[in-house]
């Protein structure tokens, strides 16, 4: 058992937020910064900022793309994403693709953690793979559960999704400590990522049990397992907090492919910003007025060269200066070589046989240096998909970066924000219904002090619990009574006991139902493919 930072101390095990309320709910808290931190607690005081900071992009930009998008989509409780096109592309076209989460399990499933089982079961009804995973070597080594504790969890939480609708025969349902093939692939993935590399992403340091370490590279090959058979688009719905390792996979994943694919002019090695300033200087020659008359001559390098001298300041303007004297000094020394756009394909792993494989199969002008190869005939694309071809048959994976998806974290019923270690902070999916009903009588409101007021002034449904749990919750698919809510809240025509009252029974109704289903699959549970009990003391 391990810890790895001081702040994560006894009792904040698990203190994760586990979704988020109203845009600015926790504004009011002062901290004004994010933190993305999967084993610490995380905060999210401002979406945009994950946005702007750490490149997630929101996901009303996909919502069109999307066939039938899903009620925690069309309200913005899945706020953000990185690459779901591909995902939404493949749902729309009936292609494949996969979705994975993963549970750690050390406490009991609740309210937070139904928004993921709904994200699976989701797509997995819109025709995906579908894998639920729990994280059970994590638990152990960066929480500390025994493996007794661990035991009860996984079997609490895989009920719970089961009964939310979970098709364990179409998907898979594993425990990371017996799944050999992702702890192959996990081994595999390890040789791309160093030490130094974890330590700057999960501020590990010299105490960090070599374990936990273990425990991530075990998760990036959770993320890549669904593309073990065959590569193709596979979601990660996550909270934010997860978005390190989703960062990471998607490295991962680009690292282990054989070649590496990028664009460029002229025979040489330049970098991204050396590459914009030579595609400027190109595209600025090639229409220029003085080649229109004998546009049969090549765009030079030197003159791309002199171009940029003259004009220290091209186009792209944050491009810093010792970048534009070595893209300078590059053409310079290509001299006559003709500025040509190729697509140019970069050996990273790939066998012998799989550079030769490569080179055969680029149609058109082609040519063969020591530590690349330019396609002059094809697109970027059509390469792309030459060297994913290439590489398959020729023993690699030709993953592609997974996808994610990222939900907001819900507001605590007593305000602040939801934790597992405060009980009266979340509805467990295991509370009693009657109790579920009391939490949510007793919950903090977005109303006003008194009757009078509220039907003056309305409520303030975007900074109210209760309405969350409508909108990511009780309202279920019906968007017409989530509307009624908010609208009827902010008009004064709500009044908080009574949305209560309702809200604390419709609680109270999901909850019997929900452990009903849950109590049918405990019946069934030794139809599954899945050890319950761990060899492991
Ligand atoms: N690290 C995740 C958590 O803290 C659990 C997890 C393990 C996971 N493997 C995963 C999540 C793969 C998503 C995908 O809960
Ligand atoms: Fe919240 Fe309902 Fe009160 Fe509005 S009326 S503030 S939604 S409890």
Partial sequence: MTR?????????????????????????????DVA???????????????FDEFGIEAFDEVLDEVPNPHYLMRRGVIFGHRDYRPVAAAMREG???AVLSGFMPTGDPHIGHKLVFDEIIWHQQQGGDAYGLIADLEAHSARGLSWAEIDEHTRNYLLSLLALGFDPEGGTLYRQSTNRE???????????????????????DGETDVSHMQSVVTQMGDILYPQLEEPKPTVIPVGPDQDPHVRLARDLAARMRYFGVTEAYASFEAGADEHTLIAYAYETLKDSEQREDDSDDPVRCIEAAELLERERD??????????????????????????????????????EAAVEAMIEAIDGEKRVYDEHIDAFDLTREEVEELTREV??????????????????????LTGGKMSSSVPASHISLLDDPAEGYEKVKAATTGGRETAELQRELGGEPDDCPVYELYAYLLAGDDDEFAKRVYDECAAGERLCGDCKEQAAKL???????????????????DELDFQFESDRV
């Fill in 507 to 525: 609680m109270q109704e999901f909850l019997e139902d929900h452990q009903e289903k849950r109590e049918e699959w405990a019946e069934r549970l």
């Fill in 182 to 204: 992702v702890q192959d692939l996990a081994f595999e993935l390890g040789i791309e990522a160093n030490f130094s590399e974890l330590a700057a992403i999960y501020d590990f």
């Fill in 95 to 97: 292609e494949p693709f």
């Fill in 4 to 32: 790895d930072t001081p702040e994560d101390a006894e009792d904040t095990q698990d203190d994760r937020p586990v979704a988020d309320g109203g845009s600015d709910a926790d504004t009011a808290a002062g901290a004004d």
């Fill in 36 to 50: 993305l931190d999967p084993w610490g607690s995380s905060t999210v005081s401002d979406y945009r900022k994950l």
């Fill in 391 to 412: 590489e398959l048959a020729h023993g690699g994976y030709g993953f592609l970066p997974p996808s994610s998806i990222y939900h907001r974290f819900m507001t605590g």
């Fill in 314 to 351: 091209p186009g792209a303007t944050d491009i810093e200066a010792t970048t534009l004297d070595s893209t300078i000094t590059m053409l310079r020394e290509a001299g006559k070589e003709p500025l040509r756009p190729r697509v140019r394909i970069v050996d990273r792993n790939a066998t």
